[in-house]
Every structure is written in structure tokens, then in C-alpha cells.
T-cell receptor, first 114, second 113 residues
Framework: NAGVTQTPKFRVLKTGQSMTLLCAQD?????MYWYRQDPGMGLRLIHY???????AKGEVPDGYNVSRLKKQNFLLGLESAAPSQTSVYFC?????????????FGSGTQLSVL | SQQGEEDPQALSIQEGENATMNCSYK?????LQWYRQNSGRGLVHLIL?????REKHSGRLRVTLDTSKKSSSLLITASRAADTASYFC?????????????FGKGTRLSVIA
């Protein structure tokens, strides 16, 4: 099993450009998450989904949009990239609520916005 | 905002020594989880301890939970160079429904061979 796969692994954008990060999981998990990791800040939740067709805001949702059209995929979009969005982005999935379930993480996408 | 805060921020030890990392949190929780992150990689789940548990073991890992002090500790015994990584605690607030895990900022562990 591949687990959680993120594409691309690296990307450089200019301010104002748009892009979509793709997350795919093959574990039939209901829950999926997008976190960003910045030096000294730990992981912060951007958006998450508790099932196909659902999305919810996390701690730092501004400037991002998400979609969960298929259960196995969770897309993170940046409509107009800003330098403050330079970060490492991690997708994760879990079988159910974090109350009882562990998260499985992808290997990350390193994004630089110039 | 971070629910859990790890301490220390960084720890350097010799191979074979034990490493202890602490996590403090602010509100009552359902469970607490520990994750490891190797440099340039995603996080990997290590252990989950529920609020009604006080101690849990997994191989060389020992996790304790003190809900009265709102704190947890992760002990790695007989450390190896391969244990070099960042370690994060993550919590779920009690009665928070579908709220996802909230991660701390991590402890960076260096094990010197």
C-alpha cells in the first residue's frame, strides 16, 4: 500500500499565482487533513474533511480552499499565492475521529512563494 | 493555537542514554498521541494514550499521562542514532466532536553516536 501520497513534492510560485496540491490515500479513510509546518510553529491545521463531499476550516484557513469530491482525494488550493504561504504542507488521513484513531501522514510538499 | 507544548525544545544525548520529553496541555482531553518526524519526512504515529490510562509501553518507548497536572512524558530508553528526530505530542479536547488533533511545536532530539 502506498498510504498517503502528496504531489508535487516541491514547488516554487510567484506571488499571485495559483496552484493545487493533491493528496491521495488508498486506505479507505474517512477523515483527511491539511496541515502546514513552519519553523518554530509546529503543525497548524488548515482545513479538514470528515467524509466525501465535506470540508471544514481549521486554525489557519485564510487564503486556502479545499475540495473532497472523491473519498480518496483531498485537494488544497491556493488561489493567489503570497510569500506568507511559503511552508511545508502535510496531508494526513485517519480511519475515524482523532479521539480514537491515529493519523497517517504524507511526505510533504515544500512550497516557496517568491 | 497549540494545545500541547513540548519541553525541552531541543535535547542532545549520547547513544545508549535515555531521552525524556515532556508535553503540557491546557484543557481536558480525550486522548494524547505522540508522533515522530525524521528530517524531511512526514510524521509517524508512535503511541496513543487515553485519558483513563496512566502509562503505556511500546518497545523502547514509555509514555505516561498525568491528567491532574495536564502533562505527559515520552521516555525513549537505550537511545540509538536512528532515534534522532523531532517528537510531537498531539491532543484532542474532551467532548470536541470531530475536532482534529492539535499538535505542539515539538522536541528536537539528537542522539550522538
Amino acid at each position: 500500500n502506498a498510504g498517503v501520497t502528496q504531489t508535487p513534492k516541491f514547488r516554487v510560485l510567484k506571488t499571485g499565482q495559483s496552484m493545487t496540491l493533491l493528496c491521495a490515500q488508498d486506505m479507505n479513510h474517512e477523515y483527511m487533513y491539511w496541515y502546514r509546518q513552519d519553523p518554530g510553529m509546529g503543525l497548524r491545521l488548515i482545513h479538514y474533511s470528515v467524509g466525501e463531499g465535506t470540508t471544514a476550516k481549521g486554525e489557519v484557513p485564510d487564503g486556502y480552499n479545499v475540495s473532497r469530491l472523491k473519498k480518496q482525494n483531498f485537494l488544497l488550493g491556493l488561489e493567489s499565492a503570497a510569500p506568507s504561504q511559503t511552508s511545508v504542507y502535510f496531508c494526513a488521513s485517519s480511519r475515524g475521529q482523532a479521539t480514537n484513531e491515529k493519523l497517517f501522514f504524507g511526505s510533504g510538499t515544500q512550497l516557496s512563494v517568491l | 493555537s497549540q494545545q500541547g507544548e513540548e519541553d525541552p525544545q531541543a535535547l542532545s544525548i549520547q547513544e545508549g542514554e535515555n531521552a525524556t520529553m515532556n508535553c503540557s496541555y491546557k484543557t481536558s482531553i480525550n486522548n494524547l498521541q505522540w508522533y515522530r518526524q525524521n528530517s524531511g519526512r512526514g510524521l509517524v504515529h508512535l503511541i496513543l494514550i487515553r485519558s483513563n490510562e496512566r502509562e503505556k509501553h511500546s518497545g523502547r518507548l514509555r509514555v505516561t499521562l498525568d491528567t491532574s497536572k495536564k502533562s505527559s512524558s515520552l521516555l525513549i530508553t537505550a537511545s540509538r542514532a536512528a532515534d534522532t528526530a523531532s517528537y510531537f505530542c498531539a491532543t484532542v479536547r474532551l467532548n470536541s466532536g470531530n475536532t482534529p488533533l492539535v499538535f505542539g511545536k515539538g522536541t528536537r532530539l539528537s542522539v550522538i553516536a
